[in-house]
């Protein structure tokens, strides 16, 4: 891991971001902001599953008045996105949200978006600075590359709110394109010390948005550069908030609920090494102890793994060596598999 990019923090709500705080988990309600009680149930269930700050959509006034009583139910930091309507990011800190999601570019009217900084300077409520690479406007020179032209938007949209007095500033530069989001986020990264968010937008279907959203935003990680994630998904907010966790506990930046580590299987294996493994990532979704477990198919790498692991089995020819934290603890027979390691997670 390359040395941590050191940006300068903020507070949203009562999360820091930036600054070496822990690399937060966001997400977004997919329901109707307007349904309160909608929305105030998504968020609890994502409060569960580890989701540190929320975003909401807010398109109308209903929306962001909503914000006041969605707030009285939740625990977690809003923030409110806002496109065009500088009334409606006023409305929404009127209501209590912890952030704004803005592209100020969107509003036109410098007056507008001057009382809008006004705003959330006084009630010290940070301004996410959102370029979308889908929502560009024109004005791209030629030869320049698409990510260079994001950032050129952003750092306009940061001298802007700079030029207001205004520094609580958070940055994404989403794209669908992963290497385009890496170019741009490797830029941005260079040119300000302003926390980022990092993101690949529009990811899609989760078998193959979660891959991009691990490439994309793992490698700028592993880089050293982004202080808060969210990985957007055409599926439900908890798939975002369970995939955010597996890519920073992939890379040793968070630890959240237990490991898995489950052998391929292979023509070696003597046992159903899929199906056990299957049965015990199902089990482990409702473990919320941050335990390594190995299930392995056979001798080869077997004993190496289960060794390392907090309680592994490694499986032979119709009986397998249960090991608990490096030592082997009991031989079990196969058909006692399932149970022998689910009664150890247990005991952990
Ligand atoms: Fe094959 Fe054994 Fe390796 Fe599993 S641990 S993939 S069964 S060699």
Do not use: W
């Not at 030869?143 to 520094?167: C, P």
């Amino acid at each position: 891991m390359k040395k941590l990019r050191v940006s300068r923090s903020i507070r949203v709500g009562n999360v820091i971001v930036g600054g070496g705080a822990p690399v937060s988990v966001q997400s977004m309600s997919k329901t109707d902001t307007r349904d309160v009680l909608s929305t105030v149930n998504q968020i609890r269930e994502l409060e569960e599953c580890g989701c540190e700050i929320i975003r909401v959509a807010v398109p109308d006034h209903e929306a962001a008045a909503a914000i006041k009583e969605i707030c009285k139910g939740i625990s977690i930091p809003l923030i409110a996105d806002i496109h065009f309507d500088y009334r409606l990011a006023l409305a929404a800190m009127a209501s209590g949200a912890d952030g704004l999601r803005l592209n100020p570019g969107n509003i036109r009217d410098k007056q507008q978006i001057k009382k809008v900084v006004a705003a959330a300077k006084a009630r010290e409520v940070p301004i996410r600075i959102g370029v979308n690479c889908g929502s560009l406007p024109p004005g791209k020179k030629p030869g320049r590359s698409i990510a260079a032209y994001m950032v050129d938007m952003a750092m306009e949209q940061v001298n802007l709110l700079e030029s207001m007095g205004f520094d609580l500033i958070k940055i994404a530069l989403k794209a669908f394109d992963v290497p385009t989001a890496i170019e741009a986020y490797r830029s941005i990264a260079r040119k300000t010390v302003y926390p980022l968010h990092l993101g690949i937008t529009e990811a899609g279907l989760p078998c193959t948005g979660i891959i991009r959203s691990a490439a994309g935003i793992g490698i700028l990680l592993y880089d050293g550069i982004g202080d808060t994630i969210r990985v957007s998904l055409s599926a439900h907010p908890r798939e975002e908030v369970f995939t955010a966790y597996e890519i920073l506990k992939s890379l040793n930046l968070r630890q959240r609920g237990p490991v898995l580590i489950s052998c391929p299987s292979c023509g070696r294996s003597e046992s159903d090494i899929v199906g056990l493994a299957t049965k015990i990532g199902n089990y482990l979704q409702s473990v919320n102890k941050p335990v390594k477990i190995a299930v392995m198919g056979c001798v080869v790498n077997g004993p190496g793994e289960a060794k390392a692991a907090d309680v592994g089995i490694a499986c032979g020819k119709g009986k397998g060596a249960i090991f608990k934290k490096g030592r082997i603890i009991r031989s079990v027979k196969e058909s006692e598999y399932l149970r022998v390691l689910i009664e150890e997670i247990d005991g952990l």
